[in-house]
């Protein structure tokens, strides 16, 4: 696990929905600067951690702690605000934009310019528009995304439109990245870069990742910290070399195909 | 007998100026379901409440030009509490609650309107108001009669007044939310709500806003309705011509809603003449724009700029 505070906290949390219990009394830290892998079986809670994370549900009971702020029962802008960006398990980009409209959004929670201003084009609303565009740039250029700017995002294949939706969550800044299996249904080379683009997240900005990924191989590979989830109940919580050898988690995992 | 060119372009241009009415009040409907993905049922009281609300007020004494920002504001505060106490509240329910909300809130609307107007019917000469506001010190007399001629023809000068109101509203609605960050935020949000949230759009002020600008549209497309069918509850049928436009243009396009109105417009008109008299039936204006749009659906399933299916997952 790499050294520094945590900068998140998760505390007891259980998540209800009407009989069936997503998350059972789950805690667990996430500390700064670090890559944290949370895996389990289909329906073990992970997507529903991540909800309660930046505060698409509420949960019955625990506390979300993000850098030193009870932020339970935050709205999602309001995690937003605090430096929070994500991606979803089933693409959440806006279909009916282009690539890079899309990545324009990431960039919403930094206008400070009235609708006048921007229908007018004036004062501060020209200003934040150059520094929107070389932010997007930045982050178009990183993500190797130049060639399809203006391509409506519904006509990209699969695995670009992870790529776009990553750069959506980028463009904003955030201090921590969500991802909800961002590498599911991707061939190999696909994956191969979408875990260098994590790695490289994490070491040039120092953005702290927490992720969701079934590939075991890729896990071991990028994480320090393991969090594994199944059927609601927190069942290992270490580096990968130690979530490797327990054995709750290699029965969890026996016969099941990923 | 030749065809008679001067009626028949009389009869395109009246079409057209209808159509732009039409447009206005579809537009109100795609913007709410754009942004909330649910059918306003409320669309037609909202047209009435707002239409009350400045007869009433001129009504008792109060100057057109200070009658019509009141009533504005009036529709911007209705707005704020349509979000806070209905959309906030419902936000993770299924559509089908929002729907019946919509229904819920058409019949406070009313009821409200009842109980804090009346229902009596109320004539609007909106016309008259114009013509002692804007025209009398400058001693024109652009409303003082009521037809205009050009090319031969005979337009309504109110129809041409409305005309330009509606297509500037449109005008100005459009570039809104085509240019704008906020268009870009409601655009966001009538795509993926859950996504816009996570991005940090704030969901809340999308949704005030919105109905807040539909109140607004509601307001204006009220009261140039109004002078043709007077201020009572029959105005709630206003909406009725939209439907078919919403048809053809698809809940979620602006520029569908305005083409869509214009071909309803024109077709409307067109039909009412000369497929009338073909058929020897009469009252077809009815109807007719309803079989318009399911012709046209026959053609095009998925209206003019259809991009998804009325369904949000
Ligand atoms: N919005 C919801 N409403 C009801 N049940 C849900 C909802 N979201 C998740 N669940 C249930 O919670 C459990 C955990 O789901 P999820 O968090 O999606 O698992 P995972 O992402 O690990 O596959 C499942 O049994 C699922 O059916
Ligand atoms: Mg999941």
């Not at chain 1, 934040?128 to 932010?135: G, I, K, Q, S, W």
């Not at chain 1, 955030?174 to 994590?198: I, R, V, Y």
């Not at chain 1, 071991?220 to 979530?243: C, F, N, Q, R």
């Not at chain 2, 729907?99 to 609007?124: C, K, N, P, R």
Request: glycine content about 10%; aromatic content about 8%.
């Amino acid at each position: 696990m790499a050294a520094g505070n945590p900068i998140l906290q998760i505390d007891n949390i259980t998540l209800v929905f009407g009989g069936v219990t997503a998350l059972n009394g789950i805690s667990f830290d996430v500390a700064e600067g670090e890559i944290c892998a949370v895996i389990g079986p289909n329906g073990a809670g992970k997507s529903s951690m991540l909800n309660v994370i930046n505060g698409v549900y509420v949960p019955q009971e625990g506390r979300v702690v993000f850098k030193g702020q009870d932020c339970t029962r935050m709205r999602p802008r309001q995690i937003a605000q605090l430096g929070m960006a994500r991606t979803f398990q089933n693409i959440g980009l806006f279909q009916g934009m282009t690539v890079l409209e899309n990545i324009l959004t990431g960039r919403c929670m930094k206008i400070r310019s009235t609708w006048l201003e921007q229908g007018l084009n004036i004062g501060r609303a020209r200003r934040e528009e150059v520094e929107n565009r070389r932010a997007v740039e930045e982050v178009i250029e990183f993500l190797h995304l130049q060639g399809i700017r203006k391509t409506p995002v519904g006509k990209l294949p699969y695995g670009l439109q992870k790529r776009v939706e990553l750069a959506r969550a980028l463009v904003a800044e955030p201090t921590m990245l969500l991802q909800d299996e961002p590498m599911t249904g991707m061939n190999l080379e696909e994956k191969k870069d979408m875990s260098c683009f994590a790695l490289e997240i994490n070491r040039e900005y120092g953005t702290t990742i927490v992720l969701i990924e079934h590939d075991m191989s890729v896990v071991m590979d990028i994480s320090d910290h393991v969090v594994v989830l199944d059927y609601g109940a927190k069942i290992g919580d270490g580096t990968p070399d130690e979530v490797k050898n327990n054995q709750d988690v290699i029965d969890a995992y026996l016969g099941v195909t990923h | 007998m030749g065809f008679d060119w001067v009626f028949f372009t009389e009869l395109i241009v009246g079409g057209l100026m209808s159509g732009v009415m039409y447009s206005l009040v579809a537009i109100g409907f795609v913007l709410i379901y754009k942004s909330s993905g649910i059918f306003n049922f409320a669309q037609g009281t909202m047209l009435l409440f707002a239409a009350l609300t400045f007869v009433k007020l001129t009504e008792g004494g109060v100057n057109f030009w200070v009658a019509l920002p009141v009533s504005m504001g009036t529709m911007v505060v209705f707005g704020i509490l349509v979000e806070r106490f209905m959309m906030r509240p419902l936000a993770n329910q299924s559509l089908l609650s929002l729907f019946m909300a919509t229904v819920g809130l058409a019949i406070l609307i009313e009821g409200l309107a009842q109980y804090m107007w009346d229902s009596a019917i109320h004539g609007l000469q909106l016309a008259d108001f114009l013509d002692l506001a804007l025209l009398d010190p400058v001693n024109m007399t652009i409303f003082v009669v009521d037809y205009i001629e050009w090319l031969d023809i005979l337009i309504s000068k109110f129809d041409v007044f409305a005309t330009i109101v509606a297509g500037t509203m449109i005008l100005i609605l459009a570039v809104f939310f085509q240019k704008t960050r906020t268009g870009m935020s409601l655009r966001a949000v009538s795509d993926d709500h859950l996504a816009a949230m996570a991005v940090g759009i704030p969901l809340s002020r999308v949704w005030a806003l919105v109905w807040a600008v539909t109140g607004i549209i509601a307001l204006i497309a009220g009261l140039l309705w109004a002078e043709r069918v007077s201020v009572s509850f029959t105005l709630v049928e206003a909406v009725l011509k939209a439907l078919p436009v919403i048809l053809i243009g698809g809940l979620t396009s602006i520029p569908g809603a305005i083409v869509g109105g214009l071909i309803i417009g024109v077709g409307e008109k067109l039909g009412e003449i000369y497929l009338g008299d073909l058929i020897g039936v009469q009252g077809i204006e009815t109807w007719f724009s309803y079989f318009i749009a399911l012709v046209f659906l026959l053609f095009r399933p998925s209206g003019l700029f259809g991009l998804k299916t009325i369904e949000r997952v």
